[in-house]
């Protein structure tokens, strides 16, 4: 599964275990069940689609003194002020750096799923697309939406984010926060009108 990593996917598990809580690592593992369910019918390997949904919040539980050296090391496209303004954020993009020097995960594609995965974008490929509706509808997840995305996921995954796009959206706007530039794209990219944004999907 990950050659880089000495004792593959078993390895990779025993360290996350250290890393999160139960809880956390719990979400972790039906994450990356859900997106490898997901990931044949639109054609990613289901190993790739494994991989970033188990490590996706691989950096969510580091205290915040550490994950601000982490934020500091990490040198990727990912991060910008309106990221490093919103420590909620920050596991995003240090989750790559771990998943890259701690676990060993070279391939590209799984670095920029993890780091993309709470905000989204604008041509999200479709890994990042798993990974972005996995994180937020899989089967623990116990929100009023989880079930009814899922099964949109199975259809259409693209019905899907926009879906969670549009609850993202709509969770910030109700507590009066401003969402990420990158997740405003997303919206304007699938369609995502004001108006929309104060409906239910
Ligand atoms: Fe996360
Ligand atoms: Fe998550």
């Not at 996706?56 to 550490?66: E, K």
Request: charged fraction near 25%.
């Amino acid at each position: 599964m990950n050659p880089a990593h000495p004792e593959g996917l078993s390895g990779i598990k025993r360290k996350l275990r250290t890393l999160l809580s139960a809880r956390r690592y719990a979400h972790s593992l039906s994450t990356a069940r859900l997106a490898t369910e997901l990931a044949p019918a639109v054609g990613v390997g289901c190993q790739r689609a494994y991989l970033a949904g188990l490590l996706h919040d691989c950096a969510r539980d580091l205290d915040h003194c550490r994950m601000k050296k982490l934020l500091n090391r990490y040198s990727g496209r990912y991060l910008d002020a309106g990221i490093r303004a919103e420590p909620k954020l920050w596991h995003n993009p240090v989750g790559a750096y771990l998943a890259f020097h701690k676990f060993g995960v070279k391939d590209p594609g799984v670095l920029r799923a993890i780091a993309r995965h709470s905000i989204g974008g604008p041509g999200m490929h479709p890994l990042d697309k798993l990974i972005y509706v996995a994180d937020y509808c899989e089967e623990l997840r116990t929100h009023a939406a989880a079930e009814r995305v899922r099964v949109l996921a199975f259809k259409d995954l693209d019905a899907a984010v926009s879906a969670v796009a549009r609850a993202k959206l709509n969770y910030l706007k109700r507590r009066g926060l401003a969402a990420h530039p990158d997740s405003l794209a997303l919206a304007r990219e699938y369609g995502i009108s004001r108006l929309y944004v104060n409906s239910r999907f």
